[in-house]
């Protein structure tokens, strides 16, 4: 979609699961994600992992929130947290493609050095 390479993930649980093998530029999460919430699921991915040894949380990735309706979100999380974006749908796909490619290229000209997903680099961690 937009140039992005995409992975759909079903649940929170599977997300976890799916982060200790790999990492993602930019993440796309549904307000009502199932087996507990977005802003838990954002919670688990940028706090320290017990999994491993390193200090860094799990990824850093900028987020951008759908919703159905808005989002009762308490400005300090969407901060803390890294949602860039809080979008409301109904929405067009060449509106969300738009919205994801701003929000990828403020955090990489924020981040230059920061090693993508599909860089050999990132696989180190």
């Known amino acids: 979609m937009g140039g992005f390479w995409t992975t759909v993930i079903a649940?929170?649980?599977q997300a976890l699961e799916v982060f200790r093998l790999r990492q993602f530029d930019l993440l796309i999460?549904?307000?009502?994600?199932?087996?507990?919430?977005?802003m838990e699921l954002l919670r688990r991915l940028r706090s320290v992992s017990t999994r491993t040894s390193s200090a860094e949380p799990r990824t850093t990735?900028?987020?951008v929130l759908?919703?159905?309706?808005p989002a009762d979100v308490p400005p300090e999380d969407i901060e803390r947290l890294g949602v860039?974006?809080?979008l409301h749908a109904p929405l067009e796909l060449d509106e969300v493609a738009r919205e994801l490619?701003?929000?990828?290229?403020?955090?990489?000209?924020?981040?230059?050095?920061?090693?993508?997903s599909d860089d050999p680099a990132s696989n180190a961690r």
Request: negative net charge; without cysteine.
């Open 84 to 86: 860039k974006r809080l």
């Open 61 to 63: 990735a900028p987020v």
């Open 11 to 13: 649940s929170g649980l």
């Open 29 to 38: 999460i549904d307000w009502e994600l199932q087996s507990f919430g977005a």
């Open 101 to 116: 490619h701003a929000v990828f290229e403020e955090w990489r000209s924020a981040y230059p050095d920061v090693p993508l």
């Open 66 to 69: 759908i919703s159905e309706q």
